[in-house]
């Protein structure tokens, strides 16, 4: 069997002898670092029976052994894998990549570092039921091991799909020409009231301010709300146009946009081509409603002693939907953002930078932009004329 | 030969040999060949740490990046067609591109 050994440079030596005491495997090259061109050269170059991965094998390029394996299974859906994981320290850790592999029709997973395991499974392939035993295993090992500290464990959940850190704003420029990434941008998807839903991770990084500029540049040829979560704002507002709250509380407009306490949202949404909800900074009770807009803008600073705040919530936050969070940054050098978003491209992440605009009823023509780019999936509706409301128009 | 000089003669080599449309190309911030991108475009493809195709419905653009010195030149190669640049055809534009590195160094 032609075999191709995806490992760290330490186990090459150890591995090519091991292999030279079996006659049925042919070692046919090692891949010491995973980075762009190796599928090409498991692929093209080697194509081999079955590859053996290596957990620890140094990975470059933003290339991951996940991309490999999925990749693998796509182009050369016959090659066989064989995962080596080595001994299990972290039992989630583990649950986590054996469900990627078994769900990849990998059963062939060593959980130690023996070679004399390695060969063996090269030449006898396990089944689907030898990977379940692992787990089982584990389970009961698991029972047996008195967890004195609970609380360290829960400190050690990260989000795997995403990595994104900022080491320095001054890294180094690199730029890999030879490797390609492909992006499919998203078609166009129709919605009779686009929610969007404007938040900020700390306070005054301007969330009101943008939903007001986004209503301003829609409610030129849609019919657009804004929805104030935060009560405080909202009757400061009024406060600031004397205007009577008992008035208010059914909204007001001014202009040319009405405007909303949010207890309003459910009724009013269906009078409306784009609906914004200014949530202020997020709090965990209004998550639920913010991971149901169908856009989502969260509004960062990009300061370095802010930045972190921005990256927890990306690495360690559970929402589903963090992969669609259009993370906008105002008050932050071109240079700078350009550093930044090489990170949130990485890690598939959307970054806009906002430009100086203090006049939320004519915004930056950048700013435009940056909604438009935002908005694109988005076809607003025209809504049918209903009984209108008679809302307090603030001249 | 000058800058535009050796773009022009780039853009007319790659149109005849692959399916692109249109050429843009950024120094640094400014555009020097070609249409101009919005700044979330410029910014996304300033941002790219490697050579990127995106595609949608209207078509298919091929960015990459070719650094002189302290210049950084953003290259936008744009088609109508959705399967433009598929297989091995980003990697002859990515070879083209190594080509006219050499050219542009010339005139530092």
């Known amino acids: 069997m032609n075999v191709v050994l995806v490992a760290d440079k330490k186990i090459r030596k150890s591995f090519e002898n091991a292999v030279k005491k079996s006659s049925s495997i042919t070692l046919l090259g090692v891949e010491m670092v995973i980075r762009g061109n190796t ?238 909800c200014d949530f202020g900074f997020l709090r965990e009770c209004q998550k639920p409603y913010y991971g149901d807009c169908n856009v989502k803008i969260m509004l960062c600073s990009a300061a370095e002693w802010d930045i972190g705040l921005t990256m927890k919530y990306i690495n360690f936050s559970n929402e589903s939907y963090i992969h669609d969070v259009n993370f906008c940054f105002p008050r932050v050098t071109r240079t700078k953002f350009i550093k930044y978003n090489r990170h949130f491209i990485k890690s598939g992440c959307n970054a806009y930078k906002l430009n100086y605009s203090p006049d939320w009823t004519c915004p930056h023509q950048d700013n435009f932009t940056v909604y438009k780019e935002i908005l694109k999936p988005y076809l607003l509706q025209p809504v049918k004329e209903k009984n209108k409301r008679k809302l307090l128009r603030i001249k | 030969m000058n800058e535009e000089a050796i773009l022009k003669q780039f853009y007319s080599k790659i149109s005849t040999q692959f399916d692109v449309k249109k050429l843009t190309v950024y120094k640094n911030f400014d555009n020097i060949y070609g249409d101009t991108l919005d700044c979330v475009q410029i910014e996304r493809y300033l941002s790219l740490s490697c050579t990127a195709i995106f595609k949608d419905e209207n078509g298919s653009s091929l960015v990459s990046h070719v650094r002189k010195g302290n210049n950084l030149y953003v290259f936008v190669l744009s088609s109508d067609s959705s399967e433009a640049y598929d297989g091995v055809e980003a990697q002859y534009i990515i070879n083209e591109f190594k080509i006219l590195n050499g050219k542009l160094g010339e005139i530092q």
């Open chain 1, 39 to 276: 599928i090409s050269r498991l692929t093209e170059h080697h194509n081999p029976h079955a590859v053996v991965i290596y957990r620890n094998t140094p990975q470059k390029e933003g290339m991951t052994i996940r991309d490999i394996i999925s990749f693998l299974r796509l182009k050369r859906p016959q090659m066989r894998i064989i995962y080596v994981y080595g001994s299990v320290k972290d039992n989630e850790h583990f649950y986590e990549e054996h469900d990627f592999l078994t769900e990849n029709k990998i059963y062939d997973i060593i959980t130690d570092n023996e070679l004399t395991s390695v060969i063996n499974v090269i030449d006898n392939p396990m089944t689907k039921e030898d990977a379940e035993q692992i787990i089982l295993k584990l389970e009961e090992e698991k029972e047996k091991i008195v967890i004195d500290e609970i609380q360290t464990e829960e400190k050690e959940k990260t989000y795997d799909n995403i990595f994104l850190d900022f080491p320095a704003v001054t890294s180094l420029n690199d730029f890999d020409q030879e490797r390609i990434e492909r992006n499919i941008i998203k078609t166009s998807q129709a919605n009779s009231a686009v929610v969007i839903g404007v938040a900020q991770l700390q306070h005054h990084n301007g969330c009101t301010h943008t939903s007001f500029e986004i209503a301003a540049m829609l409610s030129k040829k849609n019919k657009t709300a804004v929805v104030m979560t935060d009560k405080d704002t909202f009757e400061n507002l009024i406060v600031f146009h004397k205007i009577n709250p008992q008035k208010a509380e059914n909204g007001i407009e001014f202009n040319g946009i009405d405007v909303y306490p949010f207890s309003m949202l459910n009724d009013i949404k269906q009078n409306y081509s784009a609906v914004i």
